[in-house]
C-alpha cells in the first residue's frame, strides 16, 4: 500500500470516529479551495457529521452560484471543539491565516489532515494527502472518494461541485496539469449529472458588460519585454474599482489575454488588493522548463510550475522591478 492510499484509509478512519468536523481552506480562497471543501463538506453531511467550515474570509460572490455560503469566519473553534479538521487546497501553514494563528493549540491537539495537490506544499502536518499528479483538490476529492468506494454519495449537485474545481484549476483542460486521469474523471462526473454548460459559461464564457469595457482599457496597457517573452501589466485598484469590478475577476485578464499573447514565455499580471493594501502578482509560465513557482516561493508565495502567485505588503513599483530582476535570468535560457 503506497503512503498516499494509508493516508486516505486512514482519513476514513478519522472521519468514521468523529461526530464533530470543521473544513478549512486557503485564505483568499480560490475556486478549487472552496468546491473542494464544499463537495466534502456534502458529503460529511449524509454521514451524519455535525460540520462547519471556516476562513478567515467570506468566499467570494461570484463562487456562491452552485453552492450556498457556509462559512463562518467568526466561528468560536474552541467551542465547537471539532474532534477532527481537514484543510483542503492550502498549500502551506501560513495559507492557513488567523484562523490558524489564534487557534494553534486546537490544531496540534485535535486530527488534522491536509488534503492538496499543490507541489510547494511542504507536507505541513502528520496526516497528508497529497496528490501532486492532480489537476486540482476536487480532483483528488474524486480519488479519494473513489478509493473509500463512496462516489455513491456525488449526487448531481457534488458532481458540479467537483467539476468546477477541475475546469477552474485546468481552465477547462486547457492547462498541462489536464491529464488523461482528469478527463476519465470530468467524465464520471458528467454521467452523475454534474452540469458542465453552466460551469463553462459561468466561469470562462460569461463578463457583465463592465468587466468588457475595463478589459478594453487594460489592453492599452499591457506591456512587453524587448525580445518580447516577458508580457505584463499593472492594475491600480482605483482602474478596476472605476468599472465596479471586484479584485477576484482581474486575474481571469491574465487567462484571456495575457498568457496568449505571440512569443510570451511568462506572462505577469499585478495588481493592488482590494483591502488591507499590499499587491498580488499572478505569473503563467508557456513554457516547460520556465518554473515560475521558483520565483514565487523566493517571495513566499506559492503554486505550481506553470501557475503560480504571491503577495506582498509592497508598493506596486517596487515589486515591479524586483520580480524582473528574478525573472529575466529565467526565460533568457529558453
Ligand atoms: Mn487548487
Not at 478596476?240 to 477576484?248: L, R, T
Not at 516561493?297 to 524586483?322: C, N, R, S, T, Y
Request: net charge neutral; proline share 2%; aromatic share 12%.
Amino acid at each position: 500500500m503506497s503512503s498516499l492510499e494509508a493516508s486516505i484509509i486512514s482519513l476514513w478512519t478519522k472521519i468514521h470516529l468523529s461526530k464533530k468536523i470543521l473544513l478549512i481552506n486557503h485564505i483568499r480562497m480560490d475556486p478549487d479551495a472552496f468546491w473542494s471543501l464544499c463537495a466534502f463538506y456534502m458529503v460529511c453531511k449524509k454521514l451524519w457529521k455535525e460540520v462547519k467550515a471556516i476562513n478567515d474570509e467570506k468566499p467570494p460572490e461570484n463562487f456562491l452560484l452552485f453552492h450556498d455560503d457556509i462559512f463562518e469566519p467568526h466561528l468560536n473553534i474552541k467551542k465547537f471543539n471539532p474532534d477532527l479538521i481537514i484543510s483542503f487546497d492550502a498549500g502551506g501553514i501560513e495559507q492557513l491565516g488567523k484562523t490558524y494563528i489564534n487557534n494553534n493549540d486546537i490544531f496540534d491537539k485535535k486530527d488534522f489532515v491536509v488534503i492538496d495537490h499543490h507541489i510547494t506544499n511542504p507536507w505541513f502536518w502528520k496526516t497528508n494527502i497529497i496528490d501532486v499528479s492532480c489537476s486540482s483538490t476536487c480532483e483528488l476529492i474524486y480519488d479519494i472518494l473513489e478509493d473509500l468506494s463512496m462516489t455513491h454519495m456525488i449526487d448531481s449537485q457534488v458532481a458540479t461541485l467537483l467539476l468546477c474545481g477541475i475546469h477552474t484549476d485546468t481552465n477547462t483542460f486547457y492547462n498541462k496539469n489536464t491529464t488523461p486521469k482528469t478527463l476519465r474523471i470530468a467524465a464520471r462526473l458528467l454521467e452523475l449529472w454534474g452540469h458542465n454548460k453552466e460551469v463553462i459559461f459561468q466561469f470562462f464564457r460569461k463578463k457583465s458588460f463592465e468587466r468588457a469595457k475595463l478589459w478594453g482599457s487594460l489592453l492599452k496597457k499591457i506591456k512587453k519585454t524587448r525580445d518580447g517573452k516577458i508580457v505584463w501589466i499593472s492594475i491600480h485598484k482605483r482602474v478596476y474599482s472605476h468599472f465596479s469590478i471586484g479584485e477576484q475577476w482581474i486575474k481571469w485578464f491574465l487567462n484571456e489575454f495575457l498568457a496568449n499573447i505571440e512569443g510570451c514565455v511568462v506572462a505577469m499580471l499585478l495588481y493592488e488588493l482590494e483591502e488591507g493594501g499590499g499587491v498580488k502578482w499572478s505569473l503563467r509560465s508557456n513554457h516547460d522548463d520556465v518554473d515560475v513557482s521558483e520565483v514565487c516561493v523566493d517571495m513566499w508565495g506559492g503554486g505550481h510550475k506553470l501557475a503560480a502567485w504571491f503577495a506582498k505588503q509592497w508598493d506596486i513599483k517596487h515589486i515591479e522591478g524586483e520580480i524582473m530582476k528574478k525573472l529575466r535570468p529565467l526565460v533568457k535560457r529558453v
